[in-house]
């Protein structure tokens, strides 16, 4: 068990560079289940999240190689069709096997994720979109058992634009017979990453990035070979490092057209933030000013920079409400906030934070991913020293962050609990 300690108060300088994007990796992994021979997929981040999904490939029967940053997988003998609840349950987006091995296999069977720290999260609307494709869905034992000789085309139309139900749906549907349109589909920077992937390998596929796609089905696809987008939130997460300690930043890799909203909130609380070549400039202001927040799907504000924003908002200028829409449960930095001296208070879906002069370093415990990120970014800002444990969570979506961080002048270390 390891925990990570943070002296405050020093602003944050230099350049950062951003890593690939661990949601766009995940299905991307999963999509090289769709066809026979290697594909290679490149600026693959280490992360906790990557090794359970290489590990569950492996289990599946894919040969995997990891050389530099760059993940080698050959799917073309599949041995099992079965994700274990060991994996499912420490990673909720193995159930992204399911689209893949029914459309190649005929059959899947998937552990039940069950609930999650920020919710229950269900996965009714995949299943309701196989179903639709023609599969059978059984339950089982706590596993869900998919089965279908040949999916064939179909229209689907999403209750809300679910990222993962998206993805399962566009993979299962690339290989299916006829035409399937998603509507409601979710429009997240990873789902067009994935549709471009797809589509490299031999899919048709138009219309990702809006919330209407069509797939057009073929029989076989090519290998995958692919370089991975930065991650939108790792960015987004330095970014508001940069603005809270008052600092100056390039962050490497950080793009516009992936945080529209992101960008326009921080800016309307006073950040100075510029494009220069490579990515983005921030510029933390003398004093950070109060802004509402709701967070929605994309292209809305993202539910997971919902904690990094609150903490930036603990520090301003005044009282700033923000509403999380997209799941339940996930105000568990609250308690956490105030035992370093944050003023917020919950009032149903939203959360009231009147800004206050300083944070003050404490003992805090992460509970889930993004909170993690929110307890290091109070830490960086705050008086004296911040111990953040539990930070298993952190290392599940954030490469080597303690390191990047020192390198901008943080004082941060990674100590032994
Ligand atoms: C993905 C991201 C996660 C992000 C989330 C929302 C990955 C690996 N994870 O998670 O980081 O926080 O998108 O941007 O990419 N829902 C249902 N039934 C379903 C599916 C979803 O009710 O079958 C609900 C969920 O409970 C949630 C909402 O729809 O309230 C959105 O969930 P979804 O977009 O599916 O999130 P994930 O794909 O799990």
Redesign the pocket.
Known sequence: MHKIVIKGGVPLNGEVQVSGA??AV??LLFATLLAEGQSEICNVPALRDIDTAVALLDILGATTERVADCCRIDATAIRSDEAPYDLVRTM??SV?VLGPLLARCGHARVSLPGGCAI??????????GFEALGARITLDHGYVEAQAERLRGAHIIF???????T?NLLMAAALAEGETIIENA?R?P?IVQLAEALISMGAKIEGAGTARISIQGVSSLRPLEITVMPDR?EAGTFMIAAAMTGGDLLVRGARQQDQEVLLQKMVEAGVMIHPEQGGLRVVGPDKLLPVDVRTS??PGF???MQAQFMVMMALARGTSRISEN???NRFMHVCELQRMGANISIDGHSAVIHGVEQLLGAPVMATDLRASACLVLAGLAAENTTEVSRIYHLDRGYERIEEKLAGLGARIERVSA
């Open positions: 661990k949601n995940l299905p909720r987006a992204l919710g229950a999260r269900p996965i009714d609307q995949h299943l309701k209750d809300m634009p679910t990222v993962g139900g993805e979710a997240e990873e939130i799907a994309f993202p539910t997971d997209v799941f339940e």
